[in-house]
């Protein structure tokens, strides 16, 4: 069983990331497509001689939360493709394994599933922001004013229309889903989303055009693909996707970096991968995760 990693990277390789390919290397029959934005830092290869992967060639410029990121990730996914892999799985550089290739393997080739990807329906209150999303989608961004609160400060208060019923591309037929862009997927699921690029890019377009507001930002990554594979009811899919991240009391829409203190946590949790992690903050779980779960 051949496995393949998308990889979306901006900065320079690190040691973490020298460690995560050396990680990803030990999968016996695997592929590696990194997608580097070149316009951010170069791609220094020498840290990362020994390991093996390929980069796309014709990459873009991304940014946080944004549409173009979606092109990027399409990107490593036609090259994975490409060389039939069976699953498909995303990571950053900032991401590590918590199980060994043994059972990551095992995990893979016995699942009845097609594929592990949260998929949450934009249309409920399952979090309280989606409310926000769903403004998006039925008003459209005009202009805006500056507006001054009662307590004094000012911001810049959008204004926004309803838009016409043709204009929206959500209804109770095609629903909007949102989840965590890291999943895993298997061959006949990626078939679909590669199959499906004229309703990407129909997608992408539409929230490029939801986001053009400073009021509102629904970070395409979490909602593109989520609605593809989440409208096909030919596929089977759970909603865990066995990454373990920590999002408590977390600032900025990023989740806490992994320390010694995750350590517990990180041994019984059932994920396959984790993030985030930081090299200089994180080395000592490292260390722990390499010597006692991936046995190196």
Not at 167 to 187: M, R, T, V
Request: charged share 25%.
């Amino acid at each position: 069983m051949k496995l393949g990693f998308s990889i979306l990277s901006h900065q320079a390789p690190t040691l973490l990331f020298q460690r995560l390919l050396c990680q990803l290397d030990k999968f016996p029959d695997k592929e590696i497509a990194i997608h580097h934005d070149f316009n951010q830092t170069e791609f220094d290869k020498t840290l990362l001689q020994g390991t093996s992967y390929e980069l796309v060639t014709d990459y873009v410029r991304t940014y946080w939360s944004h549409t173009n990121n979606i092109k990027a990730i399409l990107e490593t996914f036609k090259m994975l493709y490409s060389k039939d892999c069976d699953w498909y799985i995303t990571l950053s550089t900032n991401c590590y394994p918590v199980k060994s290739v043994d059972y990551i393997l095992h995990f893979m080739s016995t699942t009845k599933y097609d594929g592990f990807i949260e998929r949450n329906n934009i249309w409920t209150d399952h979090f309280n922001f989606y409310q926000y999303f769903r403004k998006g989608f039925l008003t459209k961004y005009m202009f805006k004013v500056p507006f001054v609160t009662r307590q004094g400060k000012v911001y810049q208060k959008a204004i926004r229309k309803r838009r016409d019923k043709s204009e929206i591309l959500f209804n109770d037929s095609f629903i909007p889903y949102h989840g965590s862009d890291w999943f895993a997927i298997n061959k006949k699921a990626m078939k679909f989303i590669l199959e499906s690029e004229e309703k990407i890019n129909k997608i992408v377009l539409f929230l490029a055009d939801v986001n053009k507001g400073p009021d509102i930002n629904v970070c395409p990554p979490e909602v593109v693909f989520q609605t593809i594979l989440g409208n096909n009811k030919n596929l089977f899919l759970n909603n865990n996707y066995y990454r373990f991240t920590d999002w408590e009391n977390a600032k900025d829409w990023h989740p806490n970096t992994l320390t010694i203190r995750h350590w517990n946590a990180l041994q019984s949790s059932d994920a396959l991968f984790a993030r985030k992690f930081k090299w200089e903050e994180s080395k000592d779980v490292i260390e722990l995760i390499d010597s006692e779960i991936l046995r190196t």
